[in-house]
T-cell receptor, first 116, second 115 residues
């Protein structure tokens, strides 16, 4: 089946650091990638949608200057949390899908971000 | 707009017992429906999907789900639960002819399995 690789799986860093998370589709072309944030024992919260070669579309309340998303190719999207603070600590999950509406979203294994 | 309701926040079943997780959706046309499973600290894994045709779909790990248009439901079932099935389960709905629109997820049902 379709595989999405997300790296790193866990990051611990000091407040003020910028952190980059990579999301790769390994065996299919991901025309669209989604970035989610998940708080403990809660459902996924969509942060942004990115289409290859286009600017990302952010959900209401998500700061685009704080969470920089790049989708430069059909297999790679990155999320950079700039100047991270403890309140940014969370579980971030990427998801990728192909161009057809009946294709499911495939998820990475998530990144646990802890800001000290 | 689409929406998904998973009425049960938490379900506990005994190992070997049958399981049914409920999912109701709201969408004006025929939806694309999905069930995902999430183990602690992991991403989501696709269990099964429904697009059209046979309303009873088979998935991985012995799961199945039945699409019932009249009830706007897509309940997930398994005849005999294993301890390894303990996880969070999410139902999701997608729209036809909308390739880059994200799925709409329910809030999830946490499954606990006891001996």
């Amino acid at each position: 089946g379709a595989v999405v690789s997300q790296h790193p799986s866990r990051v611990i860093c000091k407040s003020g650091t910028s952190v980059k998370i990579e999301c790769r589709s390994l065996d299919f072309q991901a025309t669209t990638m989604f970035w989610y944030r998940q708080f403990p024992k809660q459902s996924l919260m969509l942060m942004a949608t990115s289409n290859e070669g286009s600017k990302a579309t952010y959900e209401q309340g998500v700061e685009k200057d704080k969470f920089l998303i790049n989708h430069a190719s059909l297999t790679l999207s990155t999320l950079t949390v700039t100047s991270a603070h403890p309140e940014d600590s969370s579980f971030y999950i990427c998801s990728a899908k192909g161009p057809l509406s009946n294709q499911p979203q495939h998820f990475g294994d998530g990144t646990r971000l802890s800001i000290l | 707009a689409q929406s998904v309701t998973q009425p049960d926040i938490h379900i506990t079943v005994s190992e070997g017992a049958s399981l049914e997780l409920r999912c109701n959706y709201s969408y004006g046309a025929t939806p694309y429906l999905f069930w995902y499973v999430q183990s602690p600290g992991q991403g989501l894994q696709l269990l099964l999907k429904y697009f059209s045709g046979d309303t009873l779909v088979q998935g991985i790990k012995g799961f199945e789900a039945e699409f019932k248009r009249s009830q706007s439901s897509f309940n997930l079932r398994k005849p005999s639960v294993h301890w390894s099935d303990a996880a969070e389960y999410f139902c999701a709905v997608g729209r036809m002819n909308s390739g880059n629109t994200p799925l709409v997820f329910g809030k999830g049902t946490r499954l606990s399995v006891i001996a």
